[in-house]
């Protein structure tokens, strides 16, 4: 009875941690590969702040670093499918708006009035978040006009072949 009570009593924290780790097909996916891409970045650029002598813009880059670590976080371990409390698309939409139009503003600062090299490394690597936040708000909202042109259904799958073969008008 011991072996059989091992097995069951290991289960549930195996099955806790496994609900912690990431889902390999979203961590491999465009939107995953573009959050771990924003994660990386903006915890790059945090450093390159932290470094430099422009230090008062450390804020913007560990606010965006812990929004796109906590979305990287909802969507790997499907937190958002359980609580559907808000517009998972939108408010990410308006996280990648905010983060492109922060990051760029910060950037022109960072390299036009600051001398050091971490200021200016900063610079660099937020002109390129800047690009990365711009592709994926890009994206986001191509899906939300998609899923609007459907009827915001959302019990449909998205349609991607041909949609004027598949209506049945007799107009023909």
């Known amino acids: 009875m011991g072996d059989i009570e091992a097995p069951e009593s290991t289960a ?3 099955a806790a941690i496994r609900a912690l780790l990431p889902d390999k097909a979203f961590v491999t996916s465009r939107k995953g590969q573009l959050l771990i891409a924003e ?3 903006c915890f790059i650029t945090f450093i390159c702040f932290v470094a430099s002598s422009a230090a008062a ?18 969507y790997s371990t499907k937190f958002n499918e359980r ?4 517009h998972w698309p939108l408010m990410d939409f ?12 910060i950037s022109i600062i960072a390299v036009s009035r600051y001398t050091d090299a971490a200021s200016k490394a900063a610079g660099v690597f937020g002109f390129v978040a800047t690009i990365v936040f711009a592709l ?7 899906d939300l006009a998609n899923f609007l042109k459907q ?3 959302s019990t449909e799958p998205p349609q991607t072949g041909r949609q004027d073969e598949d209506s049945d008008s007799d107009s023909d």
């Open 12 to 14: 549930a924290p195996q």
């Open 39 to 41: 994660v990386a970045l």
């Open 57 to 74: 813009f450390v804020t913007a880059p560990l606010v965006e670093f812990l929004m796109a670590f906590f979305l990287l976080f909802a």
């Open 83 to 86: 609580f559907k409390g808000f």
């Open 94 to 105: 308006l996280r990648c708006v905010s983060a492109s139009i922060i990051y760029f503003i």
């Open 136 to 142: 994926d708000f890009y994206v986001i909202f191509n």
């Open 151 to 153: 009827g915001g259904d």
